[in-house]
């Protein structure tokens, strides 16, 4: 049981390249969700999903996009990344009984944009 | 809009002092507080939660909170802090309605020797 895995843990971008984050579980969560780090402003929601094939939108979803395909996995997407997407990006999963789980994060990656 | 308000960026205590860390809910019905904290570079751990009941509650590492509705907040304490404490830590609320956890800006806590 590995919890919440996500890859890579470090990269380095140049403006307008793409990428993806990618996020695995393997509690059998239904619910996923991505959230970025930056400093003095805690974490802020980018996009959530409630079950494979459902997404939506956090408070800072633009430019990035998401996709549910599995229960699993849940890749966070970078089109064309720019300096503003520098952060530290944590994946997170909660099982669908609400009230007795809790968010599970991953250990983040980490992303630079030149 | 909802949010997490954490007044204290940055708090500094000696070692075996006791410690309490802000944080205070703009508003709502009964929240759903979580405390978290994150060592530096690794992910967030879960220290302890209050959805009802009990409003003292108690969690890992030695850690407490309590949630006081007309205060709208819910502080963390610790009696006697140890130089592992050295981290950084999060209050969080979950707006159920929105499936989303909102987070405070962080408390970053050092230690005195």
């Known amino acids: 049981n590995a919890g919440v895995t996500q890859t890579p843990k470090f990269q380095v971008l140049k403006t307008g390249q793409s990428m993806t984050l990618q996020c695995a579980q393997d509690m059998n969560h239904e619910y996923m969700s991505w959230y970025r780090q930056d400093p003095g402003m805690g974490l802020r929601l980018i996009h959530y999903?409630?079950?494979?094939?459902?997404?939506d939108q956090g408070e800072v979803p633009n430019g990035y996009n998401v996709s549910r395909s599995t229960t699993e996995d849940f890749p966070l997407r970078l089109l064309s990344a720019a300096p503003s997407q520098t952060s530290v990006y944590f994946c997170a999963s909660r099982g669908r009984v609400f009230g007795a789980n809790v968010l599970t994060f991953g250990a983040g990656s980490r992303l630079t944009v030149l | 809009a909802q949010s997490v308000t954490q007044p204290d960026i940055h708090i500094t205590v000696s070692e075996g002092a006791s410690l309490e860390l802000r944080c205070n809910y703009s508003?709502?019905?009964?929240?759903?507080l979580f405390w978290y904290v994150q060592s530096p570079g690794q992910g967030l751990q879960l220290l302890l939660k209050?959805?009802?009941?009990?409003?003292l509650v108690q969690g890992i590492k030695g850690f407490e909170a309590e949630f006081k509705r007309s205060q709208s907040s819910f502080n963390l304490r610790k009696p006697s802090v140890h130089w592992s404490d050295a981290a950084e830590y999060f209050c969080?609320?979950?707006?159920?309605?929105?499936?989303?956890?909102?987070f405070g800006q962080g408390t970053r806590l050092t230690i005195n020797p």
């Open positions: 969080a609320w979950l707006i159920q309605g929105a499936q989303k956890l909102v």
């Open positions: 508003y709502g019905a009964t929240p759903y």
């Open positions: 999903s409630v079950g494979a094939g459902i997404t």
């Open positions: 209050y959805f009802s009941g009990d409003t």
